[in-house]
């Protein structure tokens, strides 16, 4: 069975950190890009960072950039969101999502991230 699961969320306070992982099963993780999104209480869900299948390209939206880092291990079917500097701004739920050509993309169920002190 496909699936993402995130891990990695909770209470935070402003300025403090985070890591998010998104484990993959039952897909081939080293074809897949990946790309963390986060949907803040009552707004659309936004990309805020992009890794592709290699890790050789990464990309972040403008409010994270300088404080997340994405990476990933296709070892261990795995990506990951640093979060540093956290804001309040950056609460909210974050998912992961894989994509590869010609494949249905994936969607995990996202985890919990609130930034307050």
């Known amino acids: 069975q496909v699936q993402l699961v995130e891990s990695g969320g909770g209470l935070v306070q402003p300025g403090g950190s985070l890591r998010l992982s998104c484990v993959a099963f039952?897909?081939?993780?080293?074809?897949?890009?990946i790309s963390w999104y986060r949907q803040p209480p009552g707004k659309e869900r936004e990309r805020i960072a992009y890794?592709?299948?290699?890790?050789?390209?990464?990309n972040y939206a403008d409010s994270v950039k300088g404080r997340f880092t994405i990476s990933r291990d296709n070892a261990k079917n795995t990506a990951y969101l640093q979060m540093s500097s956290v804001h309040p701004e950056d609460t909210g739920v974050y998912y992961c999502?894989?994509?590869?050509?010609?494949?249905?993309?994936?969607w995990g169920r996202g985890t919990q991230v609130t930034v307050s002190s």
């Open positions: 039952g897909l081939a993780f080293s074809y897949y890009d």
């Open positions: 999502y894989a994509q590869s050509e010609d494949v249905p993309p994936r």
């Open positions: 890794i592709s299948s290699s890790g050789a390209i990464t």
